[in-house]
């Protein structure tokens, strides 16, 4: 028999070789998350503008639905709690909150509504699905995610030890702990805005640290996440060569 | 048991064959991209207006 809703599976997941509904439908989707993001780029609405909006969102609608529908095969086990857990999913929620902007649609005045607008930039996680080198560095963040944790703490403390030293030698030149924590922050990233300068020496001392801390600690993540990424990449050739 | 019968194929006196899952695989192919297009159109239209 026809298995209507393994079809429907098929096709709102992303498309094998030679499956041509799949494949229109992942340009559809793709095409209605990036036209989705337009409004996000204008000042004003106009009525194009509502047109993508109502449009998008039933489309993203569509999916949703057809998604849950699916739910159990996507879950690989037909039951209730199959549905339950999928609704939870990450992905699923962020299905959920790419239809939100709608309810703008119906009442305009609402400031907290309008701002249910700005969920539109969730759509864009959506595309994840779409791309298989997206799949690829989410893996390799995945993989890394201790290490990256690591290196964020330490620089998180380093930010914090920096500042508080520089928040006591230059007491003049910061009103708030949170201006020294932007300047840290500033400083070990290596940016360098330049609206806050060290006028002691020891101010300017610490802030010779922070930069060279900054590039040291700053170029971390990077490397690790290339050698994960280089290593991911390579396994995935070999897998195709067996 | 017996092999089932394939209830979405007509064949035709003449022989002729229609696929009813082609059928509808076309239909929703064609619908999707004629939504596409009207999608990028309007992106399009509302990028321009609000722009320019």
Redesign the interface.
């Known amino acids: ?2 298995d209507f809703k393994r079809r429907v599976y098929e ?1 709102v997941e992303a498309s094998h070789v030679g499956d ?2 799949s494949k ?2 992942d ?2 989707m793709t ?2 998350v ?2 989705g993001m ?2 996000l ?4 609405d ?1 009525p ?2 509502i ?2 909006e109502i ?2 969102c039933l ?1 993203f609608l569509i999916d949703y639905v057809a998604r849950v529908y699916t739910a159990d095969y996507k879950m690989g086990y037909k039951s209730f709690k199959a549905y339950i857990a999928y609704l939870f999913s990450p992905m699923a929620i962020f299905d959920f909150l790419s239809i939100v902007p709608i309810v703008s649609l119906f009442l305009p005045g609402s400031v907290i509504l309008r701002l249910l607008k700005l969920f539109r930039v969730f759509r864009v996680l959506k595309l994840v699905r779409y791309s298989k080198t997206t799949i690829i560095i989410a893996n390799v963040l995945r993989k890394v995610k201790k290490q990256l944790i690591a290196v964020l703490i330490l620089i998180i403390i380093y930010i914090f030890v920096s500042a508080m030293l520089i928040f006591q030698l230059e007491p003049t030149l910061f009103d708030t702990f949170l201006d020294a924590l932007y300047w840290a922050t500033i400083s070990i990233t290596t940016i360098g805005y330049g609206d806050i300068t060290p006028q002691t020496d020891m101010g300017q001392f610490i802030t010779m640290i922070s930069a060279l801390v900054g590039v040291a600690v700053i170029a971390l993540p990077t490397g690790m996440i290339t050698a994960a990424y280089m290593n991911e990449i390579s396994k995935t050739k070999t897998k195709y060569e067996l | 048991m017996g092999k ?1 019968d394939n ?2 194929v007509l064949i035709h006196d003449d022989g002729t064959i229609v696929d009813n ?1 082609s059928t509808q ?1 076309l239909i ?2 064609v619908l ?2 004629i ?2 297009v ?3 159109l ?2 399009l ?3 321009i ?3 320019f």
């Open positions: 028999m026809y096709v041509a509904s229109a439908y340009i559809l095409t209605a990036i036209v337009v409004p780029t204008l000042k004003q106009n194009f503008t047109a993508i449009a998008t489309i | 089932k209830k979405n899952k695989t929703f192919v999707c991209r939504l596409t009207c999608l990028a309007l992106g239209a509302a990028f207006k609000g722009n």
